[in-house]
């Protein structure tokens, strides 16, 4: 089992652990997680997040490389800038779910722990005559998570930093602070302002206490909690509502996909879908008419035949009922229709709703 180099910290905070996302021990909930959601949505929340793979991109031709082979545009970002990409097989289908960080002297990818060594090994086998070099710094990197209304105003002092509630999500600020490298970037993918801290290993107990010095009301949040508030703003991940079975219109990621650049893998698959045809089904949520989650894969059906399955539940603090991701037939997508949903105790009710249920991003 792997720590992040957070867990001692974890642990004096009477964390409860549980083994997710490819072995690491992931503090799964501090005190309850119903309430270190609702403190995200109203103040701030404080999470380990360094159980994310990192990829380091290094060399001349790092961008030239990286844009030829992801669905987004790599090559024309700026230092500070980035965007949200996918790697695909030649049929077009999710291999990876990529945030591309444009740093002065190199690109980190932050992808899932899941789809880290597929990642590694499509991108390494077309490095050939390429100026890139290629590392795994997970474990050497991490990264903390800062979310809620008030994150800007609290990253803003432990950094020294000044506006970056104008960056774009994606879109970073490095600092050092008594030498230590810090990297700062705009993270929405829980419908919160909010910021992603990325540091060397040895960096981040440093930089856990000095936010939870800056201020008393700085909540740390567990996993349970990171996912409800994920599945509440609709933001799919790797091992869930993306795989290998997966093309990105179908789970409405067309903001990953740069369709006026030149060929990457997959590109024709993906331009045909879009210009010549439309996704078989959709990514959706689904509010259930039910005190209790339902399980992944359960089977969606509406008059007794299959339409979808259910990819990711939880308990919504926010909407106070249990919700759901899944993917649905395009037939059964508008907003309003009913649906049923098969468990081991039988059929639960539940209502199609556009993406997202929760958002404060403006």
């Known amino acids: 089992m792997k720590n992040t180099p957070l867990y001692e910290i974890h642990q004096i905070l009477d964390a409860t652990f549980m083994e997710l996302h490819e072995g690491w021990n992931i503090p799964l909930v501090y005190t309850d997680p119903n309430h270190e959601n609702k403190m995200v949505r109203s103040d701030i929340g404080i999470a380990d997040i360094s159980y994310l793979s990192t990829l380091c991109l290094t060399g001349e031709d790092r961008a030239k490389f990286l844009h030829r082979i992801t669905s987004n545009d790599v090559e024309n970002l700026s230092i500070g800038e980035g965007n949200y990409a996918t790697l695909l097989t030649n049929r077009g ?20 722990s899941e789809c880290e060594q597929q990642v590694y090994t499509e991108l390494d086998k077309y490095i050939i005559a390429d100026d890139v070099e290629l590392t795994i710094e997970t474990g050497e990197v991490g990264a903390i998570a800062v979310y809620g209304p008030h994150s800007t105003e609290l990253v803003e002092s432990v950094l020294n930093l000044e506006g970056i509630s104008t960056l774009p999500e994606h879109h970073s600020r490095a600092c050092e602070i008594d030498n230590r490298w810090i990297g700062c970037v705009s993270a929405h993918n829980v419908g919160e302002y909010g ?8 960096t ?12 008393e009301d700085v909540t740390p949040i ?24 997966i093309f990105p219109l179908e789970a409405e990621l067309e903001y990953a996909i740069d369709f006026e650049k030149g060929c990457y893998i997959g590109q024709e698959i993906v331009a045909r879908m879009k210009y010549r045809g439309h996704p078989n089904r959709l990514l ?14 359960s089977s969606i059906i ?3 035949k299959e339409i979808g399955w259910v990819t990711s539940s939880a308990y919504s603090s926010t909407l106070d009922k249990y919700i759901a991701l899944g993917y649905i037939r395009m037939a059964h997508t508008e907003e309003g229709c009913s649906i049923q949903i098969m468990t081991t105790d039988g059929k639960v009710d539940g209502t199609v709703v556009k993406l997202p249920f929760v958002s404060h991003i403006t």
Do not use: C
């Open 195 to 202: 910021y992603h801290l990325y540091a060397s290993s040895d």
């Open 204 to 215: 981040l107990v440093w930089l856990w206490n000095k936010i939870m010095a800056e201020r």
């Open 302 to 304: 509406v008059d007794d």
């Open 222 to 245: 567990g996993w349970e909690a990171l996912e409800s508030l994920r599945i509440e703003a609709g933001t799919p991940r790797y091992g869930t509502e993306l795989t290998e079975t």
């Open 93 to 112: 289908k999710i291999i990876g779910d990529l945030r591309v960080y444009i740093f002065e002297d190199k690109i980190y990818i932050s992808t899932a």
């Open 284 to 297: 959706r949520g689904i509010e259930i008419d039910a005190d209790e989650s339902v399980p992944q894969e």
